[in-house]
C-alpha cells in the first residue's frame, strides 16, 4: 500500500465517521421535533437544544467538505501543496490535520 493509498484510507474513514455523525444529529433533530406534554419543565431546553443541533450538523458537513476537499486533491496530484502559496505542507501537519488546505506560515497569517 502506498502512502497516497494509506492518506486516502484515513480521509474515507474521516467521511464515514462524519456520515454517522451526521445521522446521528439528524435522528436527535427528529426527536426534538417531537411535541412534549404542556406541562413539562422542559420545554424550555428545546431551542437551546435545536440550536446546538443545528450548529453541530452545520460543522459536520463544513468537516466533510473539507475532507472531500483533500480527496480531490490527493486525486490531483496537489494534496500536499498550500492552496495560498503553493509550498509544501509539513507531513506532521496533515497527520495531525489530513484535510489542512495551507501551510503553517499561510494559515498563521489568515488567523491574524
Do not use: W
Not at 502512502?3 to 484510507?9: L, M, T, V
Not at 456520515?19 to 421535533?33: F, G, N, P, S
Not at 443545528?54 to 486525486?75: C, F, P
Not at 494534496?79 to 503553517?104: M, Q, S, W
Request: charged residues 40%; proline residues 3%; hydrophobic residues 30%.
Amino acid at each position: 500500500m502506498t502512502e497516497s493509498d494509506d492518506i486516502r484510507s484515513t480521509l474515507i474513514d474521516m467521511l464515514e465517521e462524519l456520515d454517522d455523525r451526521l445521522a446521528r444529529i439528524t435522528d436527535d433533530v427528529k426527536h426534538t421535533q417531537e411535541p412534549l406534554a404542556k406541562d413539562s419543565e422542559e420545554q424550555a431546553i428545546p431551542v437551546e437544544n435545536d440550536e446546538v443541533l443545528d450548529y453541530l450538523g452545520n460543522s459536520t458537513r463544513t468537516e466533510t467538505d473539507q475532507v472531500n476537499r483533500a480527496i480531490a486533491k490527493l486525486e490531483q496530484g496537489h494534496y500536499e501543496n498550500c492552496e495560498a502559496c503553493g509550498e509544501h505542507i509539513a507531513k506532521e501537519r496533515l497527520e495531525i490535520v489530513p484535510f489542512a488546505r495551507l501551510c503553517v506560515r499561510c494559515a498563521e497569517k489568515s488567523e491574524e
